[in-house]
């Protein structure tokens, strides 16, 4: 089945330029916002403290619920969790601490709102220093496996490759975190899982593209490198679309029917998915284009 009829010669290359600047502008937008405010938002797994999702019977305004917790929890933060009546309360408490203030909290909405009006779905628990190290980890998980599947790509290929593959890595990991956070989506260990998946995602479809490109290299020498990528592009272009759109439908699916729980998992998902496909044609193959120096460099690995 093909989408795109061979002979199709959409003009990729020629609309680089402009691709590889929006992406610079967003990129760098997304880096001074978190900078400006101080790191996005994490959640109770890197940041420690106790969560408690509660459900009303009847939807109050987290003013009416900070109101029924007082200030003897210290720094409360209320979310809304999406759903109508459910709220995640966040309270700077762990350890043997957590069940006193469960208690108290559920006297302190029942007292409110009434017997029978709340429920509490779940408690969750992370000391400061486990979630400082598994923070920590985090990081280093996503930065390496970024690292490694461009080193992967160098060898395979060429070095210029894997540079490109590893930008555009960079590119859509900043790009699904920075949407993230101006979507309000508490960084978990569950947003960092999506964010490994995307990195996997993205260079298999770089790797794709690359391969494509190597094997037009070899046979067509002759013309410019900026030929064969266009070409080798557009070749690819319904396998492509067709990689992509089944997957955005499963994760379109997943956000809309999965519930609250997993909805940050989808959405970072659903935009890593997008970006992916983005960047294996509007920045990891410009870059390839950029290093080249002369028709000898095209031999490529055999």
Known sequence: MELIKPGTTFNFVGIRHYAVVISTILN????????????????VDFSGGTVMHVKFKTPPSISDVRAALGSEFGDVTIQDFGAAGEFLIRLPLTGEETAKASKQVSEGLANKFGQGQVEILRV?????RV??????KAFLAVCFSTMMMGVYIWFRFQWRFGLGAAVALVHDVLITLGALVVMRYEIDLTIVAALLTVVGYSVHDTVIVSDRIRENMRKSRRESMASIINSSINETLSRTI??????LLVTLALYFLGGNVINGFAFA????????????????SPIVLAFERAPAARGGRR
């Open 269 to 284: 998902l659903v935009v890593g998915f997008i970006t992916g496909t983005y960047s294996s044609i509007f920045i990891a």
């Open 124 to 128: 969750e628990s992370v000391g400061p």
């Open 242 to 247: 067709l990689t992509s759109g089944t997957a």
């Open 131 to 136: 979630g400082s190290d598994l923070r920590r």
């Open 28 to 43: 760098l937008a997304v880096i001074v916002f978190l900078i400006l405010r101080g790191g996005p938002n994490y959640g």
